[in-house]
């Protein structure tokens, strides 16, 4: 993508997608660090493409060209990195703690810290929903989880925001940010060895030591794709449905009451606003057709999932924001065996926080016009600055 290409998906995503996804089912694209790519972008393409085992995530099937984060091997080893049998031994052994009943379990606390921080919002008065809400609400939930002390996750957040979007005028900031998190995560993981709790790291760090079914390149790793997954996806999705349902304040009431209601607000989100535009990319193991279009074996491949969300082939009136609509499927949280782990808690975090906010405060409305994140990556929100009505 050329300057003009980028400045012109950074400033409306959507539009920009629409008219790559109108002339043509693949694209070659360049990125802004200079990686070539092939681009997907209709719901089916994207959707197969999610589960077809010949786009690997493992890099020794790329041909070159790739740059991409550069991430030392103990950060490098997890599960974005890995295809099958590897994918799946690792993810057996958190999954437990991700599915549905178990993150159930979590309600009440995550509950708790969301009235505690309500309770430190004033009405009628400016706040910024990032910062003072979504943000240590994820962090707490992660923290539970994981057995962290919220500076910890606070620190790990900075460094994580700064892989996202590296400050421009700052071209070694990504590099200091990587280093940072590989020296926090090798120090946690000393201290959970020497004080081991019934948290979910150290039940990590048992299967480590005691099972021997994690190298430790592959535990620092997947402790690194856990606490950021973790407190990412939450934080997005709480602050990007909020902001759509601001945006229809005759929304906002079915909303508060109405829990079937609330759910599919966060369902639509995930399909209207997704935050990870784009998945983890893949490399084709073989040569791929898509429509006339054929992609070379060793490729780098990335799939819209912003794009396949709003295909007019599959989505009625796929621009407008509704809660009542047909059947309008999305890939919001991925699909196949890479689906995203963690949605259950995300869902479960989105739906108390939006819940328990409308809840006190009816009529939130926008105090200043949120400006997005600085990335073709993630379609998120540094700040959301609300005025809340009681």
Known sequence: MTTTAIDALLADPHDFYAKLRESGPAHRVTLPDGSPVWL???????RAALADPRLSLDKRNSTGGWAGFSLPPRLDANLLNMDAPDHSRIRRLVAPAFTPRRVEALRPG??????????RLAADAGTDLVAEYATPLSVAAICDLLGLA??????????????????????KAA???????????VEL????REEPAGDLLSTMITA??????LSEEELTSLAFLTIFAGYENSINLIANCV?????????????????????AAIDETLRHEPAAQLSIRRFAREDL??????VPAGATVLLSLAAANRDPSVVEAPDEFRLRRPSAPHLGLGYGPHHCLGAALAVLEADVAVGELLRRFPRPILAEPPVWRRSFRSRSLPALHLTLKS
């Open 40 to 46: 997907l972008t209709r719901y089916e393409d994207v």
């Open 110 to 119: 995550i509950e708790r810290t969301a009235n505690d921080l309500l309770d």
């Open 150 to 171: 919220d500076a910890d996750v606070d620190r790990m957040r900075a460094w994580t925001n700064t892989l996202l979007s590296p400050p421009p005028d700052d071209p």
């Open 175 to 185: 590099a200091r940010a990587v280093m940072a998190i590989e020296q926090f995560l």
């Open 189 to 192: 993981i000393r201290r959970k």
């Open 208 to 213: 480590r030591d005691e099972g021997d079914r």
């Open 243 to 263: 902001l759509a349902l601001v945006r229809h304040p005759d929304l906002l009431d079915g909303v508060r009451t109405d829990a079937e209601l609330r759910r």
């Open 289 to 294: 057709t898509y429509g006339a279009v054929t």
